[in-house]
């Protein structure tokens, strides 16, 4: 098992920038690549960012393409993403999850889930 808490959500004006982070906990020493997704309201979750244990390996939704820079510390358990040029569009829960594969692209690949972590972007 594995539990995830995620942080750094709040308000900010368009065109702004926000830092999420994850802290994973539990069975840590598996190698987990780690992702992000999210869900505005009446939106079904979808996949925003990916990255391999190793952290060579990346993946990114093309909406979110060239403005979000996920990243991931393993000596400390933490996963990150930057997230720059925000857009009202980009309003929604953002939820951490880890991949019970070594895959990191889609929701099917994920079986561990944080809390969520809202991010409300104003025009």
């Known amino acids: 098992q594995v539990q995830l808490v995620e942080s750094g959500g709040g308000l900010v004006r368009a065109g702004g920038s926000l830092r999420l982070s994850c802290a994973a906990s539990g069975r840590t020493d598996r190698h987990y690549p780690m992702g992000w997704f999210r869900q505005g309201p009446v939106k079904e979750r979808e996949f925003v960012a990916g990255i391999s244990w190793s952290a060579y390996g990346t993946d990114y939704a093309d909406s979110v393409k060239g403005r979000f820079i996920i990243s991931r510390d393993n000596g400390k358990n933490m996963v990150y993403r930057q997230m720059n040029s925000l857009k009202p569009e980009d309003t929604a829960v953002y939820y951490c999850?880890?991949?019970?594969?070594?895959?990191?692209?889609?929701?099917?690949?994920?079986?561990?889930w944080g809390q969520g972590t809202q991010v409300t972007v104003s025009s």
């Open positions: 999850a880890a991949s019970a594969t070594i895959f990191y692209h889609q929701l099917s690949d994920f079986k561990y």
